[in-house]
């Protein structure tokens, strides 16, 4: 994909003083912080505020994508929304020192039983940027290769009950923009999917794109 022309608006780096940082939470999968920032000014007029947010150490999601024209959704329940939500598989980057592709073929291999020979980035999102440090880089997979029988991983806890189909893209995008499908990574991801099959495929990134992680 080309560089934005001179003028377009892009997000950019700013970060502002941090005076102060406490993890007054440790927990299993993330931390919750609290820092004091100071947002900028001159003199009298700098301000100084405090923010609570959860220190991520980001995620990873893959459409899969295979003729003709169909997407692998994996219902799974989330506990912090009290739903069953239909989403591409996904997983955290909790694994020290993994390439965040890397993640991404476990997660496809763990939770779909498959394995893919091409791959691109279709999008990068902040899942909630006003409370979570967390990016999500959404990948697409494509010619696709189910794991023999014998070498699939064992699921469990929510991961263990996981239904998964294969949907009309079409189908997906019109769950999204219906609010039948909620989740980040399908409404993102179907919707960025959307936009490369129309521009035939114009819009897809090398793997190694430079990312914005925090």
């Known amino acids: 994909m080309s560089e934005p022309a001179p003028g377009v608006l892009n997000d950019t780096p700013a970060r502002r003083p941090v005076l102060d940082r406490k993890v007054p939470f440790h927990g299993k999968v993330w931390d919750v912080v609290t820092e004091r920032v100071e947002l900028g000014g001159d003199g009298e007029s700098s301000e100084v505020v405090t923010r609570d947010f959860v220190a991520s150490s980001g995620a990873v999601a893959v459409v899969a994508y295979r003729d003709p024209g169909e997407v692998l959704v994996l219902r799974q329940y989330r506990h912090p929304v009290g739903r069953e939500l239909w989403e591409p598989p996904a997983g955290m980057l909790d694994v020290a020192g993994e390439d965040p592709l890397d993640t991404a073929r476990r997660e496809l291999r763990e939770e779909a039983d498959l394995v893919a020979d091409t791959w691109h980035v279709l999008v990068d999102i902040f ?38 189909r294969w949907i009309p893209l079409d189908e997906a995008v019109a769950a999204v923009v219906s609010g039948r499908f909620s989740s980040p990574t399908s409404v993102a991801g179907f919707l960025a999917l959307d936009v490369a099959v129309r521009s035939g495929w114009e819009t897809l990134r090398p793997t190694d794109a430079p990312w914005a992680r925090p």
């Open 127 to 164: 899942t909630t940027p006003g409370g979570s440090s967390e990016a999500l880089r959404i990948y697409l997979a494509r010619d696709l290769t189910a794991v023999p029988v014998e070498q699939r991983f064992e699921r469990e806890a929510e991961e263990r009950d996981m239904e998964a």
